[in-house]
């Protein structure tokens, strides 16, 4: 383990290092533009348990599926890309709730209403909701 460490720190170049941290940087604006980009679109009563989804209404079930699995990857992308922003810059509690809406799993709706009420949270959803004249968030 220490002969890794310590081969790999040796390998480190300047160049190395500005490459990781633009990806870092970019993974960051990109993960922040999707977040902002849901919590725009989604309905008002997303979080209500009154809210029925009815994901493609009108679609064939290929391209049903096909998005339900392009979602839930990207779902997935947002929620790792989350827990790296929890620990380094970014909104990384906003980006895992945005990756658990657009994944299909169960138990989710509880999880995310947890994290929605959070005073911090619902404020930033909500004047990011108000910039772009969409009335606030829903919750029971």
């Known amino acids: 383990m220490i002969d890794w460490l310590t081969s790999f720190w ?23 533009l999707i977040v902002a980009v849901v919590i725009v679109k989604i309905p ?47 909104q990384g509690i906003l980006t895992i709730l945005i990756g658990l809406v657009l ?6 709706r509880p999880l995310e209403a947890r994290i929605i009420k959070r005073p911090a949270i619902l404020s930033a959803a909500n004047s990011l909701r108000a910039r772009y004249n969409k009335e606030p968030l829903i919750l029971d």
């Open 10 to 32: 040796e390998s480190l170049t300047l160049g190395r290092v500005l490459f990781a941290a633009g990806l870092f940087a970019v993974s960051v604006v990109v993960s922040i």
């Open 103 to 108: 994944m299909d799993i169960p138990g989710k």
């Open 44 to 90: 008002a009563n997303y979080f209500s348990s009154h809210y029925q989804q009815d994901f493609l209404p009108n679609s064939s079930w290929l391209t049903r599926w096909g998005a339900v699995i392009a979602k839930n990857v990207v779902g997935a992308i947002l929620v790792l890309a989350g827990i790296v922003m929890l620990i380094g810059p970014g």
